[in-house]
């Protein structure tokens, strides 16, 4: 077996790739997550934490954080953030930036938490054009109560609260939260995406620093609907979140920008 | 010092402006409303943001975002409308982030409301009750100083009458002193720097820096609380150090009660007035203390018997107490009703007091 001749000095810090590979974890996470193997939260803290270094916004971020699973990560995230009442977060944000104007504001909510407790505050913020970030974490159930049916729920989706499925006669229908918000004139970015496949991960990251950019300059709330995998609200194997989420949720709620700034969309985002 | 021909409404708002209020969120109700319209036309003025609000939950929770980032921050209604931001006036409690909140009140059927910590978990609200717009002046200084200082929300307890009258007033700006710097304020400047800040009623900290948690934080609350209770409260007595009988009201009914406890003393009743300026803390010790030689207690409030509970936990003998208020609302049901007048008060002051006591000797004084 031949050798090959390569010193490796661990005396000094590694040249610049490789150190990048080591530090993979954004330098904003303080530790591990407590959520439930397969959950698509802590996929989407990452994203929205990357993106804030990346648009290098960090020491001037603040974030406002709701009540869900997602909940737990105003430990892990070394940001400057307020914990609210459930659903008001658009409320507490709205409070927060009209005062500090440059400062770049986020909330983050469930879909409980933004589309049945707190709907009233997040359709109002996008119609009075608030300039925050509004991030919404879709899995279509109370998760942190353990899988109760949601406004967002699918026909068809079976909870604890509608145990032979979810239907419409009995339930009536799930709200599409990001069209209505699109649909408002004081929004100016509204985009869904997903983080069930390394694609629709990547594609995601994109939307949310749209977003986020869309807040620097000045265009009005920019909502990003993130459909996340519950596995174990969903009742499904962790390693089936995406699947079921693929085939239950995503043609209900179709990826892809809703609302932005610039007509050629779909191409910035596929770029 | 000049006098200013100015709405109570008016008058209030400049006194928060003069404060270093910089937002203010509300809804439309009446009396509340010509104070939200107020803070809309003169907030702007004053570098500060007015928002009308969409309902009083979005209100209050703007506000408390506003105050999280470190300014100072207002909002406002009344009856309904502060019950839908009790949730938010604890979570202001809890998480300890100041938060002025004007109740504007239709009457005095609130007491409770703003007396008993109504949304959750255990904490108390400080409440000033000012009799009259030149002292609303003064209390709406203090609330944002006092919230500012405890980090906690407070309570103006204002009604019909202050939002409305018009009166001659000097808004002087209050000489406070002065307070530390908000370190604990939202700003993002520690985001990233692995010391970043957290404004949580469950209070766990970061991973890297535990907090005290809920157990240990809401001790704290409770344990700041206490302390408050001891230092804060405020009261006024006219009169009581000789009275046989003394009357205990608190807003504009004390306001009204006054002017009738002067009136007969002139004409030689030894009666004389207690009135909380404090809702909470209710000045308790006071009121033992101004009860103790007294042969009878008359409770004056526009309600169904609300102060009342307070007045029999500390008055000196329970037995001596008497109601002499009761429910009273004008026709539209949005303002006090009949019973807010001085011979009315007048009638049952002495009902009470000339039952019991001859009157001294008249001692006929020229009014002034
Ligand atoms: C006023 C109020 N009502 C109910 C709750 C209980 N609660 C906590 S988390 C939660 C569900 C949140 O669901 P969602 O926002 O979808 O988050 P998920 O757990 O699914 O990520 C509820 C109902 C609460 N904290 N406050
Ligand atoms: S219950 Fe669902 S949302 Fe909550 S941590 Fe588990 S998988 Fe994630
Ligand atoms: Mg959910």
Not at chain 1, 78 to 93: E, F, I, K, Y
Not at chain 1, 192 to 217: C, E, F, H, N, W
Not at chain 2, 150 to 179: C, F, M, N, Q, S
């Amino acid at each position: 077996m031949a050798t090959t001749d390569i010193t490796i000095d661990t005396r000094t810090a590694p040249p610049p790739p490789a150190s990048k590979a080591a530090a993979g974890a954004p330098s904003l996470i303080l530790g591990e997550h407590s959520l439930c193997p397969g959950c698509g939260e802590p996929v989407a803290l990452r994203l929205l934490l990357e993106t804030l270094q990346d648009l290098d916004v960090v020491h001037r971020s603040i974030g406002v954080v709701g009540h869900g699973c997602y909940g737990s990560f105003v430990r892990i995230m070394d940001v400057d953030v307020l914990q609210c009442l459930h659903g008001r977060a658009p409320s507490c944000a709205t409070g927060i930036k009209r005062m500090r104007p440059d400062s770049v504001v986020f909330t983050l909510q469930g879909d409980g938490d933004m589309v049945n407790e707190g709907l009233q505050e997040i359709l109002h913020s996008a119609a009075r054009g608030e300039n925050i970030t509004c991030i919404l974490l879709n899995n279509g159930v109370f998760g942190d109560t353990g899988g109760q049916q949601t406004a967002t729920t699918v026909l068809g989706q079976r909870t604890k609260t509608s145990l032979e499925g979810r239907n419409a006669e009995q339930h009536g229908y799930p709200i599409p939260i990001a069209d209505m918000v699109a649909s408002l004139q004081g929004s100016g970015y509204v985009a869904r995406g997903a983080v069930s496949t390394p694609a629709a991960v990547a594609k995601t990251k994109r939307m949310i620093k749209r977003a986020v950019q869309s807040q620097l300059d000045g265009n009005g709330l920019s909502l990003v609907e993130i459909l996340t995998m519950c596995p174990t609200g969903w009742f499904v194997p962790a390693a089936e979140g995406a699947d079921y989420q693929g085939s239950s949720m995503e043609p209900v709620y179709p990826i892809g920008e809703l609302k932005s700034p610039e007509p050629q969309t779909q191409e910035a985002v596929h770029a | 010092m000049t006098l200013e021909l100015l709405q109570g409404s008016v008058a209030i708002t400049r006194a928060a402006l003069a404060a270093d209020c910089k937002f203010f969120a509300g809804y439309p109700m009446s009396p509340f409303t010509p104070l939200l319209e107020a803070m809309s036309r003169e907030m702007a003025d004053a570098s500060g943001v007015c928002i009308n609000a969409e309902s009083e939950i979005e209100g209050a929770n703007m506000a408390l975002g506003a105050s999280a980032a470190g300014f100072r921050a207002a909002t406002g209604s009344c009856g309904q409308g502060i019950a839908l931001m009790q949730e938010t006036i604890a979570e202001a409690a809890l998480n300890e982030t100041p938060l002025v909140v004007f109740n504007m009140a239709r009457n005095q059927q609130d007491y409770y409301q703003c007396t008993r910590g109504g949304g959750w978990g255990d904490y108390r609200t400080i409440t000033l009750a000012p009799k009259d717009i030149t002292e609303a002046v003064e209390h709406t200084q203090l609330l944002f100083h006092l919230a500012d200082k405890h980090r906690a929300p407070v309570i103006l307890y204002g009604d019909d009458l202050l939002a409305k009258t018009l009166v001659g007033v000097d808004v002087a700006p209050l000489d406070l002193p002065e307070l530390p710097a908000k370190d604990w304020a939202l700003d993002g400047s520690a985001s990233g720097t692995g010391s970043s800040r957290q404004v949580w009623t469950f209070a766990m900290g970061k991973k890297n820096d535990p907090g005290p948690g809920p157990d240990g934080q809401w001790r704290r609350v409770a344990a700041k609380f206490a302390e408050i209770e001891q230092v804060e409260a405020r009261h006024e007595t006219v009169h009581a150090e000789d009275a046989e009988t003394l009357v205990v009201a608190f807003g504009s009914a004390a306001k009204f009660a006054e002017y009738v406890v002067e009136e007969l003393r002139e004409e030689g009743h030894r009666v004389g007035l207690f009135r909380p300026i404090t809702l909470w803390p209710f000045p308790g010790a006071a009121l033992a203390e101004a009860t103790r030689g007294v042969e009878r207690v008359l409770v004056f409030e526009l309600n169904a018997g609300q102060m009342i509970d307070d007045v029999r936990q500390w008055a000196h003998d329970r037995d001596t107490i008497r109601f002499i208020g009761g429910v009273s609302i004008d026709e539209s049901g949005l303002a006090f009703g009949p019973l807010l007048d001085a011979p009315v008060i007048r009638e049952r002051i002495l009902a009470e007091h000339a039952e019991h006591a001859e009157p001294a000797a008249a001692v006929p004084t020229a009014r002034s």
